[in-house]
């Protein structure tokens, strides 16, 4: 069973930066494709990023240029640099596989705000 605990988020001014992390316990995590998702007030969870087993990412167009994900495999772990931040990256980020297949953790509120 893999638990994924997300931590990082913060309260933070408009064009600022945060490093979500997400350590993911269970062996399998080094042949997935990981992603960070977010649930913004009042609208469904939405994947912003995701990267491969080898290194390949994808970024949603809202994210595009200002966030990077990353992954440690020996540590089994998925970061997400977030730069640039901006009103409507305000969420509670969740990690998991792509798509999600297991159970979802806590997340980690992202507050941005002025």
């Known amino acids: 069973q893999v638990q994924l605990v997300e931590s990082g988020g913060d309260l933070v001014q408009p064009g600022g930066s945060l490093r979500l992390s997400c350590p993911a316990s269970g062996s399998i995590f080094s042949i997935k494709t990981m992603g960070w998702y977010r649930r913004a007030p009042g609208k469904q969870r939405e994947l912003v990023a995701q990267?491969?087993?080898?290194?390949?990412?994808f970024y949603a167009d809202s994210v595009k240029g200002r966030f990077t994900i990353s992954r440690d495999n020996a540590k089994t772990t998925v970061y997400l640099q977030m730069n640039s931040l901006k009103l409507e990256d305000t969420a509670v980020y969740y990690c998991?596989?792509?798509?999600?297949?297991?159970?979802w953790g806590q997340g980690t509120q992202v507050t941005v705000s002025s």
């Open positions: 998991n596989t792509v798509p999600g297949i297991f159970s």
């Open positions: 990267i491969t087993s080898g290194g390949s990412t």
